[in-house]
């Protein structure tokens, strides 16, 4: 039977105040589960135990609506709060140990959130969340980019800055995960995550509710102590600890030891070994599958014929290719003046499969970026467009590479005309590339 420490430095419960902690204890407690539609989906996808998994299973929170997160399920949970606090006030189990009550929802809502930050936190500290921007994104226009997107390519051009966030999360993560440092790693959390939350609202990210969830979690646990950290440290007043706690005895305690073993094993030591194996083996945001080989780079249209007809270059011509980029990964750019519609997705989410890999065009126009599959014994290369806009757009074209600077394709475009292009590599240099201390001549 678990024991109970009592000591004269609890407080007195009022009506009024068991009234509220009811509401608190339901809202908070069916936030911390994972009631969400996506749940059945997320704990049997085929990459079970991979690190996109456990961040999933990181990320599950309360949604009753199918699409993107909203405040609207946060309402949903409060009803729900709500109608079983009035019931909980008119059952025989009103009157309750309410110290007792309170020290099981702090720590079910710190373990919720050290999970919560941790998921993201080594998506950082190996610098996956934002990876360095692809050879297209260097060469798109600042203003054909979203807000959103400029803000993670600006993070992603710093992977130690990166790194040292996602460092910071962690640590905070791991304070949680023990009753003397819980308030330590809330306090950490809120200035972090709050900063996480702000950016989200400037930049117009997708991640604002749920960054806001975190804080929600940081703010009841910190509320523990922040009366009597504000009396000590504010009003210069003595201040006693609250040094309620449960005594475990006998095969409890191995029990208590056993859980937190178990919840530390697989979201820190398990996940943090599966992140750093998927930084050196598989960048989630970018697709696994190898491109033309030796073709990486930027290339010049030098010539571009539509139906046997040469079109000259134009800055404003929809049709003709002003540019192409082949990736080291199978992705190929092509800019035009052909408008984009921009593929707006800004949340995050790790998939398995090349083609719904997006983190590269997402946010993006300016460009049309398109998967493609190489058959080197025909010599042709299969492309499909990666923007949900143009799923149905395909192009196949036969290419020569008559040297190491030089590609020629021809084939049928997506409005089954016939094309043919003449590619000449750039030997381009980028700055960020260099580092600061590195001299660009030109």
Avoid: C
């Avoid at 135990?49 to 909203?70: A, C, H, N, Q, V």
């Avoid at 905070?172 to 609202?201: C, H, Q, W």
């Avoid at 070994?273 to 930084?279: N, P, Q, V």
């Avoid at 290339?299 to 082949?326: G, H, K, M, Q």
Wanted: aromatic share 16%; glycine share 6%.
């Amino acid at each position: 039977m678990t024991q109970i420490i009592n000591n004269n430095t609890q407080q007195e419960w009022g009506p009024t105040q068991k009234a509220v902690f009811r509401f608190i204890f339901l809202f908070f407690i069916l936030q911390a589960l994972p009631l969400s539609i996506d749940l059945f989906k997320v704990l049997f996808a085929p990459s079970w135990l991979s690190y996109g998994y456990i961040f999933e299973l990181t990320r599950l929170s309360p949604k009753f609506i199918p699409g993107t997160d909203s405040f609207v399920n946060w309402i949903i949970v409060a009803v729900l709060a709500l109608i079983g606090s009035l019931l909980w006030n008119g059952s025989k189990y009103k009157e309750q140990d309410y110290d007792k009550l309170y020290y099981w929802l702090r720590t079910i809502v710190r373990y919720r959130l050290a999970v919560g930050i941790i998921g993201y936190g080594f998506l950082k500290l190996f610098p996956l969340q934002a990876p360095f921007p692809s050879i297209s994104n260097l060469n798109t226009a600042y203003g054909d980019f979203t807000d959103w997107k400029i803000f993670s390519m600006s993070l992603g051009i710093v992977p130690g800055y990166e790194a040292f966030l996602g460092g910071v999360e962690v640590l905070a993560g791991l304070l949680l995960f023990f009753r003397k440092t819980a308030t330590f790693g809330a306090l950490l959390i809120l200035v972090f995550t709050g900063n996480v939350f702000i950016s989200n609202l400037a930049y117009e990210g997708g991640e604002y509710v749920y960054s806001f969830y975190l804080i929600s979690f940081a703010l009841l646990v910190l509320w523990f102590d922040a009366q009597r950290v504000f009396n000590l440290i504010s009003l210069d007043r003595p201040t006693q600890p609250n040094t309620y706690k449960p005594v475990f005895v006998g095969t409890q305690q191995t029990v208590r030891v056993g859980i937190k073993a178990l919840v530390i094993f697989f979201f820190v030591l398990l996940y943090g070994f599966k992140t750093y194996s998927g930084y050196h083996n598989d960048l989630y945001q970018y697709p696994k599958a190898a491109g033309l080989k030796h073709a990486a780079g930027i290339y010049n249209v030098s010539e571009f014929r539509i139906n046997n007809n040469v079109l000259p270059y134009s800055a404003t011509d929809p049709v003709r290719w002003r540019d192409v980029v082949f990736e080291k990964w199978a992705t190929l750019s092509i800019r035009s003046n052909r408008p984009v519609l921009i593929d707006s997705t800004n949340y995050e989410q790790i998939s398995q499969k090349d083609e719904d890999r997006n983190y590269e065009l997402a946010g993006s126009a300016g460009r049309h970026y398109y998967s493609y599959v190489v058959d080197t014994l025909g010599q042709t290369l299969s492309l499909t467009n990666k923007n949900p806009h143009y799923r149905n757009e395909h192009i196949t074209l036969n290419y020569i590479r008559p040297d190491s600077a030089t590609i020629i394709l021809n084939g049928v475009d997506q409005n089954r005309d016939s094309i043919y292009v003449v590619l000449n590599k750039i030997d381009k240099k980028y700055p960020v590339n260099l580092g600061r201390r590195k001299v660009l001549k030109l």
